[in-house]
């Protein structure tokens, strides 16, 4: 792409292309493609995309190719891919097979987003004659790609002597997801660099096969704490309950980041053998160890931990007393609704909003009358949570004051507002609401 002077502000280029459009709509896109703003870039090729407009597929194959803000060339190979220009797929190819180390990278990036058959056994026929930084971005692709005929190639992937091969690798087998390629992956689990080895962990976790966890336990105590926070992280994933004492070890390790996952682990183990663990980390020094040990207490259910969780509602910091409140909603335990309704009088308008979210969960009429006064709320985010969450107690005294909603500039406030009146009134109320309503067609199904 072609820079621009640095000088010049992106916000007037944006009125100035705005204002093209209006003249000419074909010069604008050749100018947007060529400006200097990747999201100007972004803009014309989605039009393209949405315009079906196939007479640019060329122009694509170029900033596919050479543009060097990487989401700029994602979007450019995505478009051709669904302007379905085999010529244009042809001339990509024929770019790869050239043999020029950054073209052929480029190519193999394109050819992975593009992701059609041709593409796909190009990259395959192409892997062993690669340098190795092709290689790498041909298994990455080929992980986008996906479909069991790649396994080959990745297998061998995995014993190559170039890192990012193997890591790429490691990735991609963790994309497509195969409970068959579990095995493979264990067989290489003791690889020497712990950043491949980390991809491993990672996706055996993203897998998720119960029967890789003997093998990762064994990473428990590894010296390396990235290793043992993966670890666990992947333990997380994989759901297995017999893992709960080997994961709350992970709460006593001299890594902050290795007891951070163990948290998140246990809550999303979901067995409630893990509260008392969870309850002695709500008084650590660090905010952060609060606000996860909160969050897994609220994945629990327990009601139990509800009295310590309402402690923090008054947290000295505000993410954690942000995540105490989403806890309580996810339990949602009534003893906490007058507690909800006092901070929906809070200066902070992020904790107005999930405490109305927080007591649609619950579902107590005693909130109605807040709650209808949150309607008139300046943020946008909270009167919207609370007209739904109106709707979920199925308050018909806010009927009218919902309705009024459906006028807002806010399309989500507009949108919740229906969801709500949806909730509370039946289809002939509906269709009569529809009616008064100018932009019906807005919520039909």
């Not at 593009?114 to 092709?134: F, Q, R």
């Not at 663990?277 to 040990?293: F, V």
């Not at 009167?383 to 500039?409: S, T």
């Amino acid at each position: 792409m072609t820079d621009k002077d640095e000088k010049d502000d992106p916000h007037k280029c944006s009125e100035r292309l705005d204002e093209l459009l209006k003249k000419d709509p074909e010069e604008l896109k050749k100018v947007i493609l060529q400006s200097y703003d990747p999201d100007e870039r972004i803009k014309a090729i989605k039009t393209i995309q949405q315009e079906n407009l196939n007479g640019y597929a060329k122009v694509l194959k170029k900033v596919a190719l050479l543009d060097s803000t990487p989401r700029v060339r994602w979007m450019a190979a995505r478009t051709i891919r669904d302007l379905e220009n085999n010529k244009v797929v042809k001339d990509i190819i024929q770019d790869f097979k050239k043999g020029r180390s950054l073209l052929q990278m480029r190519a193999a990036e394109a050819l992975g987003e593009i992701g059609s058959e041709e593409a796909k056994k190009t990259l395959i026929d192409h892997y062993e004659d690669a340098s190795s930084e092709v290689r790498a971005q041909i298994v990455w692709s080929l992980g986008e790609i996906g479909g069991k005929d790649v396994f080959p190639i990745l297998r061998k992937a995995l014993d190559d002597d170039y890192t990012k091969v193997r890591r790429n690798a490691a990735q991609s087998l963790g994309e497509i997801g195969e409970e068959e390629y579990v095995d493979c992956l264990m067989e290489h689990l003791d690889d020497e660099d712990p950043n491949v080895k980390g991809m491993i962990i990672c996706a055996l976790g993203e897998i998720g096969d119960e029967k890789a966890v003997k093998d990762l336990r064994k990473y428990l105590k590894d010296p390396n704490k990235d290793i043992r926070a993966m670890v666990i992280w992947a333990l997380g994933e994989i759901g297995d309950k017999d893992v709960i004492e080997a994961v709350t070890e992970g709460l006593y390790d001299e890594d902050i980041q290795v007891r951070k996952e163990a948290i998140e682990a246990l809550g999303k183990l979901g067995d409630k053998r893990a509260v008392f663990e969870l309850l002695r980390n709500l008084d650590k020094n660090d905010p952060d160890m609060r606000k996860k040990a909160i969050d897994a207490l609220g994945y629990l259910k327990d009601e139990k931990a509800v009295k310590y969780i309402r402690l923090a509602l008054s947290d000295e910091d505000k993410e954690v007393r942000k995540y105490a409140i989403f806890a309580i909603g996810k339990i949602r335990n009534e003893e906490c609704v007058f507690d909800l309704i006092r901070m929906l009088y809070s200066d902070n308008p992020n904790i107005r909003s999930i405490s109305a979210w927080a007591l649609g969960e619950i579902g107590s009429d005693v909130a109605c009358d807040d709650l209808l006064q949150c309607l008139d709320d300046k943020d946008k985010k909270t009167k919207r949570d609370a007209a739904l969450a109106l709707g979920k107690i199925g308050c018909r005294d806010a009927v009218d004051d919902i309705k009024k909603l459906l006028n807002e500039d806010d399309r989500w406030v507009r949108k919740f507002a229906m969801d709500a009146l949806k909730m509370i009134c039946d289809e002939n109320e509906i269709k009569d609401i529809l009616n008064e309503f100018d932009g019906s067609e807005e919520f039909e199904d």
